[in-house]
């Protein structure tokens, strides 16, 4: 049996398999399309990393969870609408800058990588504190132009170029960590290139932001708060994801754990899968709940 049939008999798409056997996804898709150096014993290994996770070749009768899942949860959908707005080709340049914040864990990268990877014209970076604005930069060009070059003039140039005929709204997970002076680098680069940004991070990003009167006009309203994940969120992501129906007790349990945490309920989804799978039950129990870590 190939990647992909083992991949469909056990409900799982690409990212998910990714996700599971801690590969890149586009490094998936390769191995799955046989483009991809030694992609045979690739494909033996991530095959048998997924037997380790309990999936079997017959499709077991056991409890899967899709991490590619999306809960539309309100913070989702405001922030959906607004990426949308400006990832549109046709949509209006004004205030072209985002902005979504939050605590750790609410679901912002989440939901940031989650429409980069279903929309064509959005990509997605993360800012790495301590990044020259150069660096930033050639991530940019790397995600809007598939080229890096290596001077600050010279990515200005490849933007302005690129921009004319195609845009592709820029989402820079972590920018809470951005220095002002680089928050700045961003607002000229959005005016000079009209290329759309949407800045993602804790919630000393609207602070810095709040500093440049510049900066702050261009944020396109509203600013995206995403908040704790609620017993109704929980209950709707294993019911999606996973095909479960949670007893209101055992969705308040989950939400309690996480402590509102989204990435921990994800996460967590998947530990109580195995763990019911290995003892051969069929649901989420609120005694399974209380053995995770």
Same mark, same amino acid.
């Given at each position: 049996m190939d990647l992909n049939k083992f991949a469909e008999v056990n409900g799982l798409s690409y990212g998910a398999v990714a996700r599971v056997t801690n590969y890149d996804?586009?490094?998936i898709s390769r191995i799955a399309r046989m483009e991809y150096p030694n992609w045979e014993q690739k494909q033996v290994d991530i095959m048998a990393k997924l037997v380790e996770k309990g999936y079997t070749e017959e499709g077991q009768d056991c409890i899967r969870v899709n991490t590619d899942i999306m809960v539309m949860t309100p913070s989702v959908s405001e922030f959906q609408s607004l990426a949308g707005e400006l990832a549109d080709q046709d949509g209006t340049l004004s205030?072209?800058?985002?902005?979504?914040?939050?605590? #750790?864990?609410?679901? /912002?990268?989440?939901?940031? /990588?989650?429409?980069?990877?279903?929309?064509?014209?959005?990509?997605?970076? !993360?800012?790495?504190? +301590?990044?020259?604005? %150069?660096?930033? !930069?050639?991530?940019? $060009?790397?995600? %809007? #132009?598939?080229?890096?070059?290596?001077?600050?003039? /010279? $990515?200005?140039? *490849?933007?302005?170029?690129?921009? /004319?005929?195609?845009?592709?709204?820029?989402?820079?997970? &972590?920018?809470?960590? $951005?220095?002002?002076?680089?928050?700045?680098? !961003?607002? +000229?680069?959005?005016?000079? $290139?009209? =290329?759309?940004?949407?800045?993602?991070?804790? &919630? +000393?990003l609207k602070a810095k932001i709040d500093q440049v009167p510049r900066l702050r006009s261009r944020i396109r309203k509203p600013v995206i708060i995403f908040d704790e994940?609620?017993? %109704?969120? *929980?209950?709707?992501?294993?019911?999606?994801?996973?095909? =479960?129906?949670?007893?209101? &007790?055992?969705?308040? !349990?989950?939400?309690?754990?996480?402590?509102? +945490?989204?990435?921990?309920?994800?996460?967590? #989804?998947?530990? =109580?899968?195995?763990m019911a799978n290995a003892s051969g039950i069929k649901t989420i129990t609120e005694a399974l709940v209380k053995q995770l870590s």
């Amino acid at each position: 049996m190939d990647l992909n049939k083992f991949a469909e008999v056990n409900g799982l798409s690409y990212g998910a398999v990714a996700r599971v056997t801690n590969y890149d996804r586009t490094t998936i898709s390769r191995i799955a399309r046989m483009e991809y150096p030694n992609w045979e014993q690739k494909q033996v290994d991530i095959m048998a990393k997924l037997v380790e996770k309990g999936y079997t070749e017959e499709g077991q009768d056991c409890i899967r969870v899709n991490t590619d899942i999306m809960v539309m949860t309100p913070s989702v959908s405001e922030f959906q609408s607004l990426a949308g707005e400006l990832a549109d080709q046709d949509g209006t340049l004004s205030s072209s800058i985002g902005m979504a914040i939050g605590s #750790a864990e609410r679901g /912002k990268t989440y939901t940031s /990588k989650w429409f980069a990877r279903n929309n064509e014209n959005a990509a997605y970076i !993360l800012y790495v504190d +301590g990044f020259t604005q %150069v660096q930033v !930069l050639r991530d940019i $060009c790397d995600v %809007v #132009a598939h080229t890096r070059p290596y001077s600050m003039s /010279k $990515c200005i140039t *490849v933007l302005e170029e690129h921009c /004319k005929y195609q845009r592709r709204m820029v989402i820079i997970d &972590e920018a809470d960590k $951005c220095p002002v002076r680089t928050l700045e680098m !961003l607002r +000229g680069i959005n005016e000079r $290139c009209d =290329l759309p940004f949407f800045l993602v991070g804790e &919630e +000393g990003l609207k602070a810095k932001i709040d500093q440049v009167p510049r900066l702050r006009s261009r944020i396109r309203k509203p600013v995206i708060i995403f908040d704790e994940a609620s017993e %109704v969120d *929980v209950a709707t992501y294993y019911s999606q994801a996973a095909g =479960l129906s949670l007893t209101r &007790e055992t969705a308040s !349990l989950l939400t309690h754990h996480a402590r509102g +945490g989204f990435r921990t309920i994800v996460n967590e #989804a998947g530990e =109580l899968a195995r763990m019911a799978n290995a003892s051969g039950i069929k649901t989420i129990t609120e005694a399974l709940v209380k053995q995770l870590s």
